[in-house]
Every structure is written in C-alpha cells, then in structure tokens.
C-alpha cells in the first residue's frame, strides 16, 4: 500500500495544506474500508465484474487486490470506481476494433499513473523537440537498446513506463498523456519485435510534440503500432 504524507507546515499555504491533511484523512478512510473489502465475497464478485483482476494481480502482485485498488484509484469501493469511469474521457487512436472496454483503457491509465508517480525526473522542455529525436535514433539498431532510449528520455524528463507484457486481454499497445511537469509515454510491450517497441515510442512522441503542448488534460490510447517504422527515423 502506498500511502503519500500530506506537505509539511510552511510550505503550503493554510487552504492548501489544509487541502492535503484533508485529502490524506480520506485516504485513511479508505484504507479502512479496503480492509473490510478484502474478505467480502459479494465485493470481490462485483470488482471482478468491472475491473481486470489478473492484470492487477499481475502489475502489482505483493499487495492484497483491496489495498491494490485503492492505490489505483483512491478507493476500492465498486460505486466511486464507476463514476470515476465516467468522468474517464481518453482520446483513442489508430483503433484496429472499437470494441475496447473503456474500464480496461482506465485501469490501464491509473496503472501507469501509479507507476509513473514513482519515478522523479526534471521537468520536460518543450524546446528539446530535435535533439531528443536525433539523440533515439542513434540508439534504435544498438544492442539493449530500450534501455538506452528510456536513459534519453529520462534525461529530457519524459517518463517511459512498461506495462506487464504478458495482460494481453487489455490490448492496448501505448499510451501519450501529462503528469504533473512530465510527459508519460507507457508501452505495453505486446509485440515481439524491437522495431515495433521503438515504433510506439516514436509514435508516443508524435502524440506528444502534436498534441499535447497546449492541452495537459489530454490522453490518448492507442491499440495498433504505426506500421511504418522506417518513415519515423528516417
């Protein structure tokens, strides 16, 4: 369970420290609830019913799926989840089926949310469009090359964050949107291929630079890799 501490006195102002010692006195609430949630049969059958429990149990298998949840969505009560959903307004992009459950896309997004949240870079340069791009290509037919990739994006302040490659019942290959002052970038890693991971990434980054500079509320979902890889480095 993750638990995040309100600020410490003097860094806030009063409204807003008094925001935060709010906000984490709900947490704690729901942390008492997510106990009492965790051995209820009739709850377990109604999460099951709306959200993918193998792909939590799979991201993040040491925690109790009660406690999992509330640290995905703040809650682990079934009827908050659902107005969460509804309020969950992504933008889907190069859709190969629209059949795509909007619950799995959310629970995908909070999935790397959380992820994201634990990883702390500089804030992102809008001005490093160029750079960044001449700097990945060199590093696409190199050897452990995603590694290398994610140290450049690291370094540019862009989060990349790897879903379980092996939740294919939510097929989503990546995903584009803002956190805070960083631009996240999740792979799914369903393809087998190196050219079709550093495809998503150029095609994650063609989300960013087009899209997203004047627009931090935007996310946008993708299903299918752009096909042509080669016109991305060419």
């Known amino acids: 369970m993750i638990i995040r501490t309100p600020y410490q006195s003097g860094v806030l102002s009063d409204f807003e420290e008094q925001k935060s ?3 984490f006195v709900d947490l704690l609430k729901e942390i008492d609830l997510a106990r009492d949630f965790e051995y209820s049969k009739s709850w377990r059958i109604e999460i099951s019913s709306l959200l993918s429990i193998d792909f939590i149990k799979k991201n993040l298998p040491e925690q109790k799926l009660a406690f999992a949840i509330t640290d995905l969505f703040g809650t ?9 959903l509804q309020n969950f307004q992504p933008t889907y992009s190069f859709l190969q089926k629209n059949n795509l ?10 999935t ?3 992820f994201a949240n634990q990883v702390f870079l500089k804030p992102f340069d809008w001005n490093c469009e160029k750079e960044l791009l001449e700097a990945l290509k060199k590093e696409v037919r190199r050897m452990s090359f995603l590694q290398k990739m994610k140290n450049i994006l690291d370094n540019y302040g862009i ?5 379980n490659k092996k939740n294919l019942r939510i097929p989503i290959d990546n995903s584009t949107f803002w956190l805070d002052q960083n631009p996240v970038i999740a792979l799914s890693l369903r393809k087998k291929t190196g050219s079709d991971v550093v495809s998503s990434i150029f095609q ?3 989300y960013l630079f087009l899209h997203l500079k004047n627009n ?5 979902i993708n299903e299918n ?9 060419g």
Do not use: G
Not at 225 to 233: D, G, P
């Open 21 to 23: 010692i709010d906000s």
């Open 76 to 84: 682990a009560d079934p009827n908050k989840i659902k107005i969460l």
């Open 101 to 110: 459950n909007p619950a799995h896309a959310f629970l995908w997004h909070q």
């Open 112 to 114: 790397v949310c959380l």
């Open 159 to 163: 989060k990349l964050i790897c879903v």
């Open 204 to 206: 994650a980054l063609e």
């Open 216 to 220: 931090s509320k935007a996310i946008f």
């Open 225 to 233: 890799t752009v096909a042509n890889f080669s016109e991305k480095i």
